[in-house]
């Protein structure tokens, strides 16, 4: 019948739209969910006047803690199943990098759970920051170090390693040894702590962070506070004022665009997924709150975006971001904008 016909297309239109969902300042702040991001998420999760799933998959600059950890939290807070097939935070493709470093200091995140990432993505030998200071606190002479810190750290003789690489997960939580121990390891002779290469850039270790976002929004009343992309800049002007040279440096995270193909990736197979079929759905929107990373990148990317007023983004009623303005529209909050796109597609 007409009826059946109408609602066949529906369905396959359903099936050919996604979404890609910011975390901080959408979904959540921090660990509190976003009220209406649970709504939301009941929709696409199959909720709807067609009983059909719309694939959806999280794309966040967050990090510094495993994907099933991440995953497992997130599934609590906001009320349903997260996959860990359908869930990218920062630092996931960096998995990648494995392949080529063996021993790497990872930086950034709460007590040492950025060792646990970094061996889940295989890297063989992971040393932490606190693991130095165990070995040698003087290291860094303003260092933060507690007895329960020294008592999980793995200290080991470090004049005898040569590092491969410097991976920077997460915000750092002591930006002085951290910022000590990069300086320290770029300026070496081939990666080796305690010594200072003659040449600042022939033997120099590669470094790599995983987000550039300069500010996030957290429970402060004021604006946004400094994120990664703020400590990274410290590096950088550090770096030049002590060598005289650009340091030169990759960034993965919303807007690079390695980003946003890997994303295409995992949407794909969670297609595959959700749906048995292994394609992308033509119809992309970005939900994000900062125009900065959200918005420019899937601006770039030719996916539609949503900027929501609920994170980074704190424009008025009827305002857009002056310079990277979303294209689909600024929305109160997630819901709104899930609704919006829905309305638009079906
Ligand atoms: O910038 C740090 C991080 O908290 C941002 O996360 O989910 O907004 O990309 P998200
Ligand atoms: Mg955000």
Request: proline share 5%; charged share 25%; hydrophobic share 40%.
């Amino acid at each position: 019948s007409q009826v059946q016909d109408m609602s066949k297309e529906k369905v396959a239109t359903a099936k050919n739209m996604a979404f890609a969902f910011d975390i901080d300042g959408v979904l959540a702040h921090g660990n509190e969910p976003i009220e209406e991001a649970k709504e939301a998420l009941r929709m696409l999760n199959g909720d709807n006047e067609l009983g059909i799933k719309i694939p959806y998959i999280l794309l966040t600059n967050g990090g510094g803690k495993t994907e099933i950890a991440r995953c497992e939290q997130l599934s609590q807070i906001l009320e349903a199943p997260i996959s860990t097939d359908q869930f990218i935070q920062s630092h996931t493709p960096m998995q990648a990098l494995a392949e080529y470093y063996e021993t790497v200091l990872v930086c950034g995140g709460e007590d040492y759970k950025v060792r646990e990432v970094a061996e889940s993505y295989g890297f063989k030998n992971v040393v932490h920051p606190k693991d130095i200071l165990a070995w040698d606190p003087t290291v860094s002479p303003w260092r933060v170090f507690s007895e329960q810190d020294r008592a999980d750290a793995k200290p080991r003789d470090f004049s005898k390693m040569k590092f491969d690489a410097i991976l920077v997960f997460a915000d750092s939580r002591d930006y002085a040894t951290d910022m000590q121990l990069i300086i320290d390891l770029l300026l070496a002779e081939d990666g080796k702590l305690l010594t200072r290469a003659k040449d600042p850039v022939a033997s120099r270790i590669p470094i790599y962070f995983s987000q550039g976002d300069l500010v996030f929004p957290t429970d402060h009343k004021g604006p946004p506070r400094l994120t990664q992309g703020a400590f990274r800049i410290a590096i950088e002007a550090q770096y030049k004022a002590l060598t005289g040279v650009e340091l030169e440096r990759v960034v993965y995270g919303k807007p690079e665009r390695a980003t946003y193909t890997y994303a295409d990736e995992v949407l794909k197979s969670w297609m595959e997924q959700i749906h048995n079929e292994n394609r992308l759905p033509q119809n992309i929107y970005m939900v994000g709150d900062n125009p900065q990373s959200d918005i420019i990148g899937g601006n770039m990317y030719g996916w539609n975006t949503c900027l929501v007023r609920t994170g980074v983004f704190q424009g008025k009623e009827g305002e857009n971001d002056a310079n990277n303005p979303a294209n689909f529209g600024v929305f109160d909050n997630v819901l709104e904008a899930v609704k919006a796109a829905v309305r638009k597609e079906l």
